[in-house]
């Protein structure tokens, strides 16, 4: 009898260790999320937390289109562009947002480092976009004026 | 199978292939309150996207919640012709993920 509880209590445990790996499983592939970057409230913090520094050199390289106006935040079209070799990310800032970091894109080699995507802006804010190229930051930043926020309501 | 989320328009174009995705999404970021309750909705977004195309990594997204609703991306990369086959696979924050296919023309 006692033996036979004995491997009850095993099957129990080793499913319970199966149940807990099968849960931890997605956990551990989400970790190529930048959390911590994308919970940071402060721009600076952001950039450190994803790419390492919060320096990044301004560059007639990279190319940021953003609307100078947009009258809806909610949706705010903008394209990120450079000519620049060897680009491994283009990542997406807006300072005044609650989390400013809004993404990262991954370029592989093959890619054009050519993004364009639709964010949302809480209120006027700077729109910053760096590029990280051959291991060096790179940025261009514009101002873009929100008359209606994205955020709340 | 739950149903697909992403609309993909691939266009093979020279030695090129332009890729413009659309997911119907609702993004919610969590900052918004219930207007009837007061209560903070809880974040509810894509957090990753990652579009294969052979067997390799052609683009790669990790987003926020400043992604609007319904995100929109466009991207290029070189090679890819028409018929072939784009694998997108999306990850939300909740823990959801779906792997979805597209054809290029």
Redesign the interface.
Known sequence: MSMNRRTVVKAIAAGGALIGASVMM??A??A???ESA?KADKQDAAMNALLGSSEAADSAEVTLKAPDIAENG???PVTVRTSMANVESISIF?EN???P????????A???A????????GKTSKVTAVVKADGKLFSAAKEVKVTIG???? | MAKNILKVKAKARGD?TKVKMMAKHIME?G???DKKTGELIPAKFL??LKVEHGG??????????????N?????????GAKGDELVMTW?ENT?A?ATETAKIK
Request: net charge positive; with cysteine.
């Open positions: 997605p956990r592939a989400m190529a999320w930048a994308f909610a949706v705010v807006v947002n609650p989390n970091l809004v993404a990262e894109f991954m370029i592989p093959g890619t054009d050519d993004v364009s995507t639709r964010l949302r802006m994205g955020c709340g309501g | 090129k970021s900052q918004r309150k957090q990753e390799k990594v052609v683009f790669e997204a990790s987003m926020g919640t400043a992604i609007s609703k995100p929109y991306i466009a991207f290029n990369f070189a090679g990850k823990g993920s």
